[in-house]
């Protein structure tokens, strides 16, 4: 049973709602939503009302694709929403994250941000992602309870889960057993958000609690391909591939199953969670248990979504991880009946869309030599009439980070603070600090499949110039070319 409560503000009573890491993927998509409430429910081919819109009977607005009312998750009056980037203060230090509480005052915090990297980032460094993750976390909740914040909605992914498990996953399972070896220190981090959350409503009846979404795509996405997930990874491969006019090498059988949330959809998702989700126990965000695809399906997603001519192979020599993951997502339904997800295939399109306009300046992990060839690549598949009406996408997404940090980015407690626990200091403009990883050399003979590439979460080696240690190290140690294939299988029972 999902309790809901709804706690509407007022001119007497305004909301500010704290969103950390908002400069991500996630958070960007957050900020879209909430000033474009109803993007993506009227695309082509479903039109309101019709075919392709919401046919669930019992959904609240028939003929919108998310089978809810888009004031959902709508900007409110009264109520006003700060993104933060890490330029905005160094969230392992707790100087910075009470200067930040103290400047905005927030009544609501929706927690995203975190060290998050790719599978060879997470092994090399578990102490790092342990310690920068557990600070992160608990700057903000004990922040958040000290002073009197009404509710917190952390985020946490379904990659924490017992690596020994039975399926579909669900929410009771996540302390059933330790995660994978390869990323725990990310997962017990993340899992003690849990735990956190669940003491400090029990000891000071705080209204903390979480959320658990599989695999996010979508614009604004990790591209590096040294260390994305499978779909960003296969949009930027494909996007070379197309441009080499080469066949297409998809990395293991193709056979894996996995499911995906679009950033959009989590966002709508988060926000309603936010508003109206009312419980200690975490909520999975994700499509239903029939929705997974495989990556062989994925690929030909990715293919599609780029006019992609030539041929698929499959490299088999390459470990394919494991077979599926499949988490459940009956209480979701219960507490939003009859929403309705962006089909995969379409979201796919909207990211190869978002991936090709914006390459030479927004995505991360581009590569210079690349970029009139995707600018042309772009133009040519728009003059074919290939995007439909996603030329006509709001232009805020493409936008810099939303909610307009900049307006304190000279605040005192981050020029005079002497540095974060991780030793950052003051975080700086967002730096590119790594090199441009490379898909040649041995790194690339030897790297796993893309089923066992996309489990973790992502984030572009180097991001925040201000957090150093675990980023810098991570760019060098992933050009080292290391032996993929031996570093991340670990025989039966691995995860990823
Ligand atoms: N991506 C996925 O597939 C996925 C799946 C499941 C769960 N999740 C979870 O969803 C959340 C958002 O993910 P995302 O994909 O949006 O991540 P993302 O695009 O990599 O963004 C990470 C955000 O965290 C901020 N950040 C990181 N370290 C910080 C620090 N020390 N101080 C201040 N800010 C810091 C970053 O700021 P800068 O931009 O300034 O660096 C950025 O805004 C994360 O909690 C992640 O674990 C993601």
Redesign the pocket.
């Known amino acids: 049973m999902v309790t809901t409560s709804t706690s509407v503000p007022t001119a007497a009573n305004p909301h500010v709602i704290l969103v950390?890491?908002?400069?991500?993927?996630?958070?960007r998509a957050i900020a879209h939503v909430l000033d474009h409430p109803e993007s993506d429910l009227l695309k082509e081919g479903n039109d309101p009302g019709n075919s392709g819109g919401n046919k669930n009977p019992g959904a609240k607005n028939q003929g919108f694709r998310h089978g809810a009312d888009p004031s959902l998750w709508a900007r409110r009056p009264h109520e006003k929403w700060v993104f933060?980037?890490?330029?905005?203060?160094?969230?392992?230090n707790a100087e910075h994250v009470r200067g930040i509480f103290e400047k905005h005052k927030p009544t609501h915090v929706i927690?995203?941000?975190?060290?998050?990297g790719g599978l060879f980032r997470n092994m090399r460094c578990q102490a790092d992602f342990y310690n920068?993750n557990s600070a992160?976390n608990d700057n903000i909740l004990r922040a958040a309870h000290q002073t009197g914040v009404k509710k917190v909605i952390s985020?946490?992914?379904?990659?924490i889960f017992p690596d020994k498990t039975t399926y579909p996953i669900d929410e009771t399972m996540i302390h059933n057993g330790p995660p994978h070896s390869s990323n725990f220190g990310y997962a017990y981090a993340?899992r003690m958000v849990d735990v956190s959350s669940r003491a400090y409503r029990d000891q000071y009846g705080c209204d903390f609690t979480t959320v658990i979404?599989?695999?996010?795509?979508g614009p604004?996405?990790?591209f590096d391909l040294e260390d994305s997930?499978v779909i960003p990874g296969l949009i930027h491969r494909m996007f070379l591939t197309i441009d080499d006019k080469r066949d297409f090498d998809v990395w293991g059988t193709g056979a894996p199953r996995r499911q995906f949330i679009h950033?959009h959809d989590l966002a709508r998702l988060t926000i309603s969670s936010l508003r109206h989700y009312q419980g200690a126990e975490p909520i999975i965000l994700s499509v239903s248990e029939e929705d997974e695809f495989s990556i062989k399906e994925v690929a030909t997603m990715v293919g599609k979504s780029m006019a992609f001519k030539g041929k698929f192979k499959f490299d088999t020599t390459k470990a394919d991880g494991q077979f599926k993951k499949t988490a459940a997502n009956t209480k979701l339904q219960e507490f939003m009946p009859g929403y309705k997800f962006i089909p995969l295939e379409e979201g796919i399109r909207e990211s190869a869309h978002w991936f090709l306009k914006n390459y030479a300046t927004k995505v991360r992990g581009r590569k210079q030599d690349r970029v009139e060839a995707a600018r042309k690549m772009f133009q040519a598949l728009e003059a074919a009439g290939h995007w439909g009406t996603l030329g006509d996408l709001p232009s805020d997404l493409n936008s810099k980070?939303p909610g307009g940090p900049d307006e304190i980015r000279d605040a005192p407690w981050v020029a005079a603070s002497s540095g974060?626990s991780?030793g950052?200091g003051h975080?700086g403009k967002?730096g590119r600090s790594g090199p441009d990883a490379s898909l040649s050399g041995g790194s690339k003979q030897a790297r796993d499949s893309d089923a066992a590439m996309q489990d973790m979460?992502?984030?572009?080696a180097g991001?925040?110039a201000g957090?150093t240690g675990a980023a810098t190290a991570a760019v060098e140690h992933s050009a080292d070319g290391r032996p993929r294939r031996s570093a991340a299988s670990s025989g039966p029972g691995r995860s990823y």
């Open positions: 950390t890491g908002g400069s991500g993927m996630v958070g933060l980037s890490s330029r905005d203060g160094d969230l392992r927690h995203l941000a975190a060290m998050v920068d992160i985020c946490l992914s379904t990659c993340k979404p599989t695999n996010v795509y604004h996405d990790n997930h950033s980070c974060g991780g950052g975080p967002r979460d992502m984030d572009e991001r925040g957090r």
